[in-house]
């Protein structure tokens, strides 16, 4: 039973327990397809080699989209059912279950933190980026998708009924400049929940659909932000 009084990030773990085995049969519609191509599009052009820690691993998108080495990555997640899940479908990855606002790995080990498809959005977004910015080493890559106001005035998917917070790109970019990030960008990506009906369009059309909001899109109209940014040397 869950109380009052139990910490934040374990009341979010039992939620992600309870939906671990049905967590990737939920995002197979079109519209996650059309979203998963172009992040792995970013995510190639974000990565090149080198040790990247995964906050908020889920059961393992980031490996799907980007196919890390084994020895190059750590997943952590609150959820151990999430974890569970990820490490069935990755034996020889590394996953931890941490809390990705103050973890237990080392400090300034890694060349790039991802936290993917909102989970920096569960806690104080500045926590997770303060642990973002010692878990890097000076000159390491930020990339985070945490939710944005375009998916807030929506009917909520009713797989994701809980609490989650969305930013506006104008907060987003200064908690990041407050915590010594450098080189900083941001726009909205994603199907905006707003336009609920376009989830459903056929794949060519999301593809183009996104594509063209993620050129010309504002970044508080998407689903998520899409935030880039770089550890100063
Ligand atoms: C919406 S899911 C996204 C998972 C994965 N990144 C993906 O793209 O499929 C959010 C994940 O963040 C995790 N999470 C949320 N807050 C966390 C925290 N403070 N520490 C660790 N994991 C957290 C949840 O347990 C959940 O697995």
């Known amino acids: 039973m869950v109380g009052q009084d139990v910490p934040v990030v374990n009341r979010i773990g039992e939620i992600f327990d309870r939906e671990a085995d049905l967590y990737d049969a939920r995002y197979d519609t079109h519209a996650d397809m059309a979203e998963d191509q172009l992040t792995a ?3 190639v052009n974000f990565y090149s080699q080198g040790k990247l820690v995964d906050l908020g691993c889920g059961t393992g998108k980031l490996i799907e989209l980007l196919g890390v080495d084994t ?7 609150v959820s151990g059912g999430m974890i569970r899940v990820a490490r069935s479908k990755y034996p020889l990855h590394t996953f931890h279950t941490d809390d990705i606002t103050r973890s237990l790995l080392m400090g300034e080990s890694y060349d790039y933190a991802v936290s993917l498809y909102g989970s920096p959005s ?4 500045r926590d997770v980026v303060r642990e973002a910015h010692r878990l890097l080493r000076p000159g390491g890559k930020v990339l985070m ?3 944005a106001p375009g998916r807030k005035n929506a009917p909520r998917p009713p797989q994701a009924p809980h609490a989650a917070r969305y930013i506006r790109a104008a907060e987003a970019r200064e908690v990041l400049k407050e915590e010594r990030f450098v080189r900083i960008t941001c726009h909205g990506v994603g199907v905006p ?6 989830r459903d369009l056929p794949l060519p059309a999301l593809q183009v ?11 508080d109209d998407g689903c998520f932000l899409l935030l880039i940014a770089e550890k100063r040397r």
């Open 209 to 219: 659909l996104l594509e063209t909001e993620a050129n010309h899109g504002i970044a």
């Open 193 to 198: 929940w707003a336009h609920a009906s376009d």
């Open 122 to 125: 569960y806690s104080p977004f």
């Open 71 to 77: 020895e190059d990555y750590v997943g952590l997640d």
């Open 145 to 147: 998708m945490p939710y």
């Open 41 to 43: 599009k970013r995510l």
